[in-house]
């Protein structure tokens, strides 16, 4: 099993800031790219933010600059900072991550259950 648990989401004013974390756990015989994405209200579900397990790092065209990706694979964690948030910003997010639960079986993409993350003065 995969388990996904994030947590930093909340209320926030705009031009302020939020960290959310991502940690993976369970039967994971090796953890691969890990990902950020969020579903804005009557929008797309977009990604913010991906990192490789290398460190390798790709952003949205809308948060390039503001948000940051980063992992701690001791940790088997991801998190996203957040900063200088607008009210676009609220959306639900989700954490995926890329894993292979035994050796010799291809990599499959899991998502956690997403946290809210809202901007309102």
């Known amino acids: 099993q995969v388990q996904l648990v994030e947590s930093g989401g909340g209320l926030v004013q705009p031009g302020g800031s939020l960290r959310l974390s991502c940690a993976a756990s369970?039967?994971?015989?090796?953890?691969?790219?890990m990902a950020w994405y969020r579903q804005r209200p009557e929008k797309q579900r977009e990604l913010v933010a991906a990192i490789t397990n290398s460190g390798s790092t790709h952003y949205g065209a809308s948060v390039k600059g503001r948000f940051t990706i980063s992992r701690d694979n001791a940790k088997s964690t991801a998190y996203l900072q957040m900063n200088s948030l607008k009210f676009e910003d609220t959306a639900v997010y989700y954490c995926?991550?890329?894993?292979?639960?035994?050796?010799?079986?291809?990599?499959?993409?899991?998502w956690g259950q997403g946290t809210q993350v809202t901007v309102s003065s």
């Open positions: 995926a991550v890329e894993a292979t639960l035994r050796a010799g079986v291809p990599t499959s993409n899991y």
């Open positions: 369970g039967n994971i015989f090796s953890l691969g790219a």
